[in-house]
């Protein structure tokens, strides 16, 4: 057997997902103009690249009550930051501006190193290694919580002008 036996696809779908999740936290992070669909689409990411580990090989992994629990309590936190974010939103333009919003980079890269962590046990391990469902579904909820707030949220705020350029037309 090679080393990159227990390896699979999945892995691949897991880290890559995770890499992206990364890198679209990286502009709300740094408290930059961002579209409103950013943080979903970030907690999308970041949800898949665990759903990838959890789901293989079987499904059977979901019916967990004990992964679970720690989902909706990071969940719970995650919704909480979202609520407690400074957020500034252009309702014309459809953009938004999170201060101080670095906990999305740092749950994002907590994924990308777990997602590492897997793919280095399960290359040098055998195959009923630990694995690191636990730590990826943590991540996962805590920004799907904080996506869900800051778009919540979003729709409640006061305009802010976040754009330059004049309006843009009033669809008819």
């Not at 090989?57 to 609520?83: S, V």
Request: aromatic share 6%; proline share 6%; glycine share 4%.
């Amino acid at each position: 057997m090679t080393l990159v036996s227990n390896v699979y696809l999945t892995h691949a779908l897991m880290l890559l997902c995770a890499l992206a999740a990364a890198w679209a936290a990286l502009p709300e992070s740094s408290g930059r103009i961002v579209p409103q669909w950013r943080p979903a689409v970030t907690a999308l990411l970041a949800a898949l690249s665990a759903l990838s580990l959890i789901a293989y090989p079987t499904w059977g992994e979901l019916k967990n009550p004990g992964l679970w629990m720690f989902a909706i309590i990071a969940a719970l936190a995650g919704a909480a930051r979202g609520y407690w974010l400074r957020i500034y939103v252009d309702h014309s333009w459809r953009l938004i501006r999170l201060r101080k919003a670095r906990d999305c980079l740092v749950a994002a890269v907590a994924l990308v190193a777990l997602a590492m962590i897997e793919i280095a046990l399960a290359a040098i391990a055998p195959a009923s290694q630990p694995t690191m469902e636990l730590g990826l579904t943590i991540s996962a909820s805590f920004l799907v919580g904080r996506s869900a707030a800051v778009l919540q949220r979003a729709r409640h705020e006061p305009q802010t002008d976040l754009h330059d350029s004049p309006s843009p037309p009033a669809e008819g």
